[in-house]
């Protein structure tokens, strides 16, 4: 087991991605405080890890407010008495139709707070006593293949996603002196139960013929990566993005100009 007897902090850890690195994490060992919006999912993604033999706390609370990340902090040192991995994972994605003109006031600032104001206030929450206690740490943000490309009806999310990259190389840089690993995980198009379940089989179908890899990636593969980053086997790797996509990224042929050469690739199974 690669995280025995560690304790993880991973925001948003209701549903898809979150929950699956909730798991992950558990299945290597790790006791977790599992926060997300609502109360029912976190519990109901506590049941299962406890399921595994360890121990779990259920935090309802809100990434984007201060207050509430700093309790959910304190809660977490008072149950477990440290937290040794923080998974920045909590994010929304409002879609902008209308492009970014029709962009609301109230959108655009929800977006920021949940998907950069999060991770800001959870890591600096949690870096205080992982300093103070000099025993290292973790901290594994979750960005987005749109960090770096650009979709047509995101102009909110992808900024915010941009930061977040940022943001893990400066903490990255600033925290190193103290054995505190930053890196990042940019998910191309996961099949989770939000972001992805309001794909119709038609946008499916037609990013299954522009990832290289012929098929959307499952939550497992965001888990496993997430796993190894806060394992002591990636100790000398930090203020890295680590882009998990299924080829999404180096790929810039049209894909008009695949079908012929390179046929699409059946769907793998779900690894769970
Ligand atoms: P998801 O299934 O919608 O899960 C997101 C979870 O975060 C939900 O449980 C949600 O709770 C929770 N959450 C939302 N706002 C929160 C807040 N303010 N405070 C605490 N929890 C909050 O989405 P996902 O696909 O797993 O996405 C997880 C992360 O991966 C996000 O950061 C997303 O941007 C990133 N990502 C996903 C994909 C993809 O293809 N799925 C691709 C690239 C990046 P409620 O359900 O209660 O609202």
Same mark, same amino acid.
């Given at each position: 087991? =690669?995280?025995?007897?560690? /304790?993880? %902090?991973?925001?948003?850890?209701?549903?898809?991605?979150?929950?699956?690195? @909730?798991?992950?994490?558990?299945?290597?060992?790790?006791?977790?405080?599992?926060?997300?919006?609502?109360?029912?999912?976190?519990?109901?993604?506590?049941?299962?890890?406890?399921?595994?033999?360890?121990?779990?706390?259920?935090? $309802?609370?809100? &990434? !984007?407010?201060?207050?509430?990340?700093?309790?959910? &902090?304190?809660?977490?040192?008072?149950?477990?008495?440290? /937290?040794?991995?923080?998974?920045? #994972?909590?994010?929304?994605?409002?879609?902008?139709?209308?492009?970014?003109? !029709? /962009?609301?006031?109230? @959108?655009?600032?929800?977006?920021?707070? &949940? +998907?950069? #104001?999060?991770?800001?206030?959870?890591?600096?929450?949690?870096?205080?006593?992982?300093?103070?206690?000099?025993?290292?740490?973790? /901290?594994? +943000?979750?960005?987005?293949?749109?960090?770096?490309?650009?979709?047509?009806?995101?102009?909110?999310?992808?900024? *915010? =996603? !941009?930061?977040?990259?940022?943001?893990?190389?400066?903490?990255?840089?600033?925290? @190193?002196?103290?054995?505190?690993?930053?890196n990042a995980i940019g998910p191309?198009?996961?099949? *989770?139960?939000?972001?992805?379940?309001?794909?119709?089989?038609?946008?499916?179908?037609?990013?299954?013929?522009?990832? $290289?890899?012929?098929?959307?990636?499952?939550?497992?593969?965001? @888990?496993?990566?997430?796993?190894?980053?806060?394992?002591?086997?990636?100790?000398?790797?930090?203020?890295?993005?680590?882009?998990?996509?299924?080829?999404? %990224?180096?790929?810039?042929?049209?894909t008009e100009l695949k079908s012929?050469?390179?046929?699409?690739? $059946?769907d793998d199974p779900d690894p769970?």
């Amino acid at each position: 087991m =690669k995280l025995k007897n560690k /304790i993880a %902090l991973i925001t948003g850890a209701g549903s898809g991605i979150g929950k699956a690195i @909730a798991i992950e994490m558990g299945r290597e060992g790790a006791h977790i405080a599992i926060n997300d919006l609502t109360a029912d999912t976190a519990e109901a993604t506590a049941r299962e890890v406890e399921a595994l033999g360890r121990e779990a706390l259920a935090i $309802p609370a809100d &990434v !984007a407010d201060a207050a509430q990340v700093d309790h959910m &902090v304190g809660q977490t040192h008072d149950r477990f008495g440290r /937290i040794d991995i923080l998974v920045n #994972n909590a994010g929304v994605y409002i879609p902008q139709d209308g492009g970014f003109t !029709a /962009i609301t006031d109230a @959108a655009w600032q929800r977006i920021l707070d &949940v +998907n950069l #104001n999060g991770p800001f206030y959870c890591s600096r929450a949690v870096v205080k006593d992982m300093m103070d206690r000099k025993q290292g740490g973790k /901290i594994i +943000n979750i960005s987005s293949v749109q960090a770096e490309v650009a979709h047509f009806d995101a102009s909110a999310y992808q900024p *915010s =996603k !941009a930061a977040v990259v940022m943001l893990t190389r400066t903490l990255a840089v600033e925290l @190193a002196p103290y054995k505190i690993n930053v890196n990042a995980i940019g998910p191309g198009a996961i099949a *989770s139960e939000g972001m992805g379940a309001t794909l119709g089989a038609e946008i499916i179908e037609a990013y299954r013929k522009r990832i $290289p890899w012929g098929a959307r990636g499952y939550t497992r593969d965001i @888990a496993t990566a997430a796993a190894f980053l806060a394992s002591e086997d990636a100790r000398y790797i930090t203020g890295q993005i680590v882009y998990v996509d299924g080829g999404y %990224l180096s790929d810039s042929t049209p894909t008009e100009l695949k079908s012929q050469d390179h046929p699409v690739p $059946p769907d793998d199974p779900d690894p769970k």
